[in-house]
């Protein structure tokens, strides 16, 4: 079973993904947060970099994927897209189906794009007929995608579309879209669209510790190709190494790599605004893996500067002890800190 890192837009860019894959491992694809690709036919600076496979040498000399994805609704722009990614050498591109945020639906995009099968079922259409005339046959496309707008009987409309292209894999994130993050994965849904789709399915939501992964997996076995990890890896960057049977996460280990990581964003930022404000993103996940943390993280969240972060996440460090290894439970809320 693959174990696969999940775009997460404003946290795991290349900085990220680099220093996980360094000082962790365990994962075998990391997929980049969305770029979108529109009808200018052009990427931002920010975005070309974040791709740019220079910046993700660390990880893709080791053998390690990464898969860009990317986010339309233009049939020609995703075929723009595809292109440009493949001179860069990626033979994996995927389509971001699952976004939930308002500025992005009301676009028609990401899973707003759920809402119109018939415009679904078009887009692909073009796509892969404009990526076959221009002679990419090569390069696999593959969805990660939610189970439907407001309710999860949209889900079989949905998989039946991807059914009719020779799309390489559908990764279920099992949420409508309306949900966004809140509820439970309808692990019933996701079964019924594994029955449904003749494509490879992989799983994705809520997995945080290696107890629920072993749940997915005995439940699914080599029915999924891969299980995806999101949230649960930002707050336990050591759980697919555990998953894979290797060390637990250790206190020494996690304020190494944090230390790493907020140096390496002073690099790419300058600015301590930006630095603290990535920071501060991680921890409201990485507070998840240690005991009673709710106060030790608030108080970073409103460290105003520098030296308040600083002493704010010694004291987390100094005063709370990383939790025990987690068995299966669907009673994570992930909004504690918020
Ligand atoms: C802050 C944040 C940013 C995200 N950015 C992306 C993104 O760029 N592309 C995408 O497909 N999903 C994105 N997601 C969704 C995750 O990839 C994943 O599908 C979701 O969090 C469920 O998996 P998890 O429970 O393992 O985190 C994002 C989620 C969060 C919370």
């Given at each position: ?5 999940a775009?997460?837009?404003?946290l795991?860019g ?7 894959h360094t ?5 075998d694809?990391y997929y980049?947060?969305f ?6 036919f052009?990427?931002?600076n ?11 040498k660390?990880?893709i000399?080791?053998?390690i994927?990464?898969?860009p994805?990317?986010?339309?609704n ?8 595809v292109?440009?990614?493949s ?7 995927n389509?971001?189906?699952g976004?939930?945020?308002?500025t ?11 809402r ?6 078009l ?20 969805v ?5 707008v407001?309710?999860p009987s949209?889900?079989g409309?949905?998989?039946r ?15 409508v ?8 994965p309808?692990i019933?849904c ?12 992989c ?16 439940k ?16 336990d ?15 020494g ?5 944090t230390?790493k ?5 002073k ?8 630095v ?13 893996s ?14 105003k500067?520098?030296d308040?972060?600083e002493?704010?996440?010694?004291r ?6 990383i939790k ?12 504690i800190?918020r």
């Amino acid at each position: 079973m693959k174990l696969l890192f999940a775009p997460m837009e404003g946290l795991t860019g290349y900085t990220y993904r680099n220093l996980h894959h360094t000082c962790f491992g365990g994962v075998d694809a990391y997929y980049t947060p969305f770029i979108s690709a529109g009808q200018d036919f052009k990427f931002q600076n920010k975005e070309r970099a974040d791709y740019s496979p220079l910046n993700n040498k660390t990880i893709i000399d080791d053998g390690i994927q990464v898969i860009p994805q990317v986010m339309t609704n233009n049939a020609e722009a995703f075929c723009w897209a595809v292109m440009k990614l493949s001179e860069s050498g990626y033979r994996e591109v995927n389509l971001n189906l699952g976004c939930p945020s308002a500025t992005v639906v009301s676009r028609g995009k990401g899973a707003g794009f759920l809402r119109n099968t018939d415009a679904l079922d078009l887009f692909f259409e073009e796509a892969f007929d404009g990526l076959s005339k221009a002679g990419n046959t090569d390069t696999s496309i593959t969805v990660k995608t939610r189970i439907g707008v407001s309710d999860p009987s949209e889900a079989g409309d949905i998989i039946r579309v991807y059914n009719r292209y020779p799309i390489s894999g559908v990764i279920i994130h099992p949420r409508v879209m309306k949900q966004a993050y809140e509820g439970t994965p309808d692990i019933d849904c996701f079964a019924a669209c594994l029955e449904e789709s003749r494509h490879p399915v992989c799983y994705n939501g809520d997995i945080r510790t290696a107890g629920d992964y072993e749940w997915i997996s005995k439940k699914f076995g080599d029915r999924i190709y891969a299980v995806m990890m999101g949230r649960g890896l930002i707050a336990d960057p050591a759980l697919a190494r555990e998953i894979r049977g290797g060390e637990r996460l250790g206190r020494g280990a996690l304020m190494a790599y944090t230390d790493k990581l907020y140096a390496g964003y002073k690099e790419l930022f300058g600015s301590d605004v930006n630095v603290l404000h990535k920071m501060k993103e991680i921890w409201t996940y990485e507070g998840r893996s240690f005991e009673g943390s709710e106060p030790y993280v608030h108080r970073i969240l409103v460290s105003k500067r520098v030296d308040d972060y600083e002493n704010a996440v010694r004291r987390l460090f100094d005063e709370c002890r990383i939790k025990a290894s987690g068995e299966h439970s669907d009673a994570w809320k992930y909004d504690i800190y918020r």
